[in-house]
């Protein structure tokens, strides 16, 4: 293999990590939220029914590692984001 063909595949690589990381950053925010909702309107029942069976609510977080995991979540993604973009343009 010669660097053209190197390069060629560091960019496809970098191109499906930063396809991967905006799917994941969709379902992050737009998958989560109906869940979110459906919690809400169940939150006095005990449980919440996904299909045919019934499963017990998540586990209650404290405002401050709510707020530590989605912080290391979105770091994540940055991160996630420049790496791959570097690898398509520094390619």
Do not use: C
Request: proline letters at 1%.
């Amino acid at each position: 293999m010669n660097m053209d063909s190197l390069a060629i595949i560091a960019k496809i690589i970098g191109a499906a990590l930063l396809i991967w990381t905006a799917f994941s950053i969709f379902k992050h925010f737009f998958r989560r939220m109906p869940r979110s909702v459906q919690n809400s309107t169940n939150a006095g029942k005990g449980t919440v029914l996904l299909g045919n069976a019934a499963v017990e609510d998540e586990k209650k977080y404290s405002i401050t590692e709510h707020l530590l995991n989605n912080l290391l979540l979105y770091l994540w993604f940055a991160f996630l984001a420049t790496f791959s973009l570097g690898m398509i343009i520094n390619n």
